[in-house]
């Protein structure tokens, strides 16, 4: 009786060791406002499937909607998606309005002077367009003297007047850009002709290349294939801190893995969460 009594023992002891690393595991730290508050709030655009956008029924949902909601759920808090437009992420930031603004950001210099990142993502740039313009998009320079239409403030927005800046260095006609506060929008003047092709993130581009059922293809180059972060206020280690341990807990459990494949963005996942405060910072994967 004793034998099993300790056998016994020794098997509940076992349990319970397990079972407190796996509770650890899951523990996070929390920022001051989310054990404040009992809120992570977020700001998002909900404008930019497949990352983040409205359904059919009105409900918020995408890549980022569902990561989120993780989060939210480990921190022990309610998701709170704040809607805000792009351009007014980074100063809204700087200027102490929110704390998170989940987009798919990358790093630059200039927005490092301002923000943080925490990189939980990887794609480059890609242009979409009608099928019957695919071929004059073609030679060294396809994008020279085409009509560009990028979102406000993102990284092709930037990157078009740079293509643009070569294009004309080499004699060749200047990229007309055309800017907008919507991904719909652009994606609604390529296919009334208001502008030849969009410049977008490759994953969303790939997710348009399917929902517009052929209306819409994405050409085979790349630019700037870069690590993909949420941004925070610069120096706000709190914030940091939680949104790392998180979503390294969520690369641990494989949510992370399910949400971007069901999305079909599993090309796209990278090896683990990091903290960024300078371009130095920034991993090739």
Same mark, same amino acid.
């Given at each position: ?19 407190s ?5 899951a523990?996070?730290?929390?920022s001051?406002?989310?054990?404040q508050?009992?809120?992570?709030a977020?700001?998002?655009?909900l ?7 409205l ?8 890549? $980022?909607?569902?990561? &989120? /909601?993780?989060v939210?759920?480990?921190?022990g808090? *309610? @998701?709170?998606?704040?809607? +805000? ?17 989940w ?44 009509? $560009?239409?990028?979102? &406000? /403030? ?7 007047? *740079? @293509?643009?800046?070569?294009? +004309? ?6 990229i ?20 030849d092709?969009?410049m977008?993130?490759?994953?969303a ?6 929902t517009?059922?052929g209306?819409?293809?994405v ?12 941004? $925070?206020?610069?120096?706000?280690k ?9 979503l ?14 069901k999305y079909?963005m ?9 903290f960024?405060n300078s371009?130095d ?5």
């Amino acid at each position: 009786m004793r034998t099993y009594l300790r056998m016994a023992s020794l098997a509940v002891a076992a349990f319970a060791t397990a079972w407190s690393g796996f509770s650890k595991a899951a523990e996070i730290p929390k920022s001051a406002e989310v054990q404040q508050s009992g809120t992570l709030a977020v700001a998002n655009t909900l404008d930019y499937a497949p990352f983040e956008y409205l359904d059919a029924d009105g409900k918020q949902t995408g890549i $980022i909607i569902e990561l &989120a /909601g993780e989060v939210a759920k480990l921190a022990g808090a *309610k @998701l709170d998606v704040q809607r +805000t437009p792009f351009p007014s992420m980074i100063p809204g930031l700087a200027a102490g309005r929110f704390k998170i603004a989940w987009e798919t950001f990358s790093a630059t210099p200039e927005r490092l002077k301002q923000v943080d990142f925490v990189m939980f993502l990887k794609a480059g740039l890609a242009v979409s367009t009608s099928p019957d313009k695919k071929a004059s998009f073609s030679g060294e320079t396809p994008l020279c003297g085409k009509r $560009i239409g990028v979102s &406000a /403030g993102s990284a092709s927005d930037f990157l078009v007047d *740079k @293509l643009s800046k070569e294009c +004309t260095d080499k004699g060749q006609a200047a990229i007309e850009k055309s800017v907008f506060n919507s991904s719909t929008d652009i994606v609604q003047a390529v296919l009334s002709d208001r502008v030849d092709a969009r410049m977008d993130d490759a994953t969303a581009s790939s997710y348009f290349e399917v929902t517009s059922k052929g209306q819409l293809i994405v050409l085979p180059t790349l630019y700037d294939v870069a690590p993909l972060g949420l941004a $925070i206020a610069k120096d706000d280690k709190g914030t940091a801190d939680m949104m790392v341990a998180a979503l390294a807990e969520l690369f641990k459990n494989g949510s992370y893995k399910a949400v971007l494949e069901k999305y079909g963005m599993g090309a796209y996942a990278i090896k683990e969460p990091y903290f960024v405060n300078s371009m130095d910072a920034l991993r090739a994967d």
